[in-house]
C-alpha cells in the first residue's frame, strides 16, 4: 500500500525556517517525480515545488523561488522542503504528492501545518 | 501565462442529479487535465486523469472529457458520499496549475 507521511509542521515567526519531511513507502520512491502542494485556510490547491526521480532538476511556483528548497534521498524513501523566510502567506497545510505521468498526482499524504505568526 | 478558468464555484444538487464541472483554459492546452475530489480535513483524491482517464478505484458515475480549452468533469447520478469540492488541474512545461474548485452542496 502507497503511504505518505509528512512532517516537520509548525508554528514559526515570519522570517523564521521550517524543514518539511515526508516518508514515503509501499513503491519504489525513486522512480517517481515527487511534489509539494500547499492549501492555505479556507482557500483552494497551489502547487508548490516538484522534484525529478534523481533530483537534478526541481522546478518551483514564482512566490517561493529563493526561499523554498525541495530535495529528495532516496535511500531513505523520503522528500524534503526547506522554507526559508516564511511569511504569513505561507500559512497553509501542505501535501507531499507523487506524480502520475509527471503531469498529476495519484497519491498524497495526511497534510502537515505550517503556520507563520507572530 | 495561461489561466485555467473553473465554474460554478459553488454548485447546490440533489442525490441522483447529473452534475457538470467545467474549466476553460486562457488558450488551447493539452490533454493534462486532471480532476480531484477533496473532502474536508482530507487530501484529494485523483478521479480523472489526462481529461478522461478513470483512475483505478473511482466509480464509473466520474467521467471526465474536452479539448483544447473546454474540459468537463460529469458526475451522472450524484450520491451521497459525493458532496465535495472539486478541482481541476492542468499540467504545463514543468509548472502544474489548479482550478479555484467547485463545492457541491446539497440541495
Known amino acids: 500500500e502507497v503511504q505518505l507521511v509528512e512532517s516537520g509542521g509548525g508554528l514559526v515567526q515570519p522570517g523564521g525556517s521550517l524543514r518539511l519531511s515526508c516518508a514515503a513507502s509501499?513503491?519504489?520512491?525513486?522512480?517517481?517525480?515527487m511534489s509539494w502542494v500547499r492549501q492555505a485556510p479556507g482557500k483552494g490547491l497551489e502547487w508548490v515545488a516538484s522534484?525529478?526521480?534523481?533530483?537534478?532538476?526541481?522546478y518551483y511556483v514564482d512566490s517561493v523561488k529563493g526561499r523554498f528548497t525541495i530535495s529528495r534521498d532516496n535511500a531513505e524513501n523520503s522528500l524534503y522542503l526547506q522554507m526559508n523566510s516564511l511569511r504569513g502567506e505561507d500559512t497553509a497545510v501542505y501535501y507531499c504528492?507523487?506524480?502520475?505521468?509527471?503531469?498529476?498526482?495519484?497519491?498524497w499524504g495526511q497534510g502537515t501545518l505550517v503556520t507563520v505568526s507572530s | 501565462d495561461i489561466q485555467v478558468t473553473q465554474s460554478p464555484s459553488t454548485l447546490s444538487a440533489s442525490v441522483g442529479d447529473r452534475v457538470t464541472i467545467t474549466c476553460r483554459a486562457s488558450q488551447r492546452i493539452s490533454s493534462w487535465l486532471a480532476w480531484y475530489q477533496q473532502k474536508p480535513g482530507k487530501a484529494p483524491k485523483l478521479l480523472i486523469y489526462?481529461?478522461?482517464s478513470l483512475e483505478s478505484g473511482v466509480p464509473s458515475r466520474f467521467s471526465g472529457s474536452g479539448s483544447g480549452t473546454e474540459f468537463t468533469l460529469t458526475i451522472s447520478s450524484l450520491q451521497p458520499d459525493d458532496f465535495a469540492t472539486y478541482y481541476c488541474q492542468y499540467y504545463n512545461s514543468y509548472s502544474w496549475t489548479f482550478g479555484q474548485g467547485t463545492k457541491v452542496e446539497i440541495k
Open positions: 509501499g513503491f519504489t520512491f525513486s522512480n517517481y517525480w
Open positions: 504528492a507523487r506524480a502520475k505521468w509527471l503531469a498529476h498526482f495519484d497519491y
Open positions: 489526462k481529461a478522461s
Open positions: 522534484i525529478k526521480q534523481d533530483g537534478s532538476e526541481k
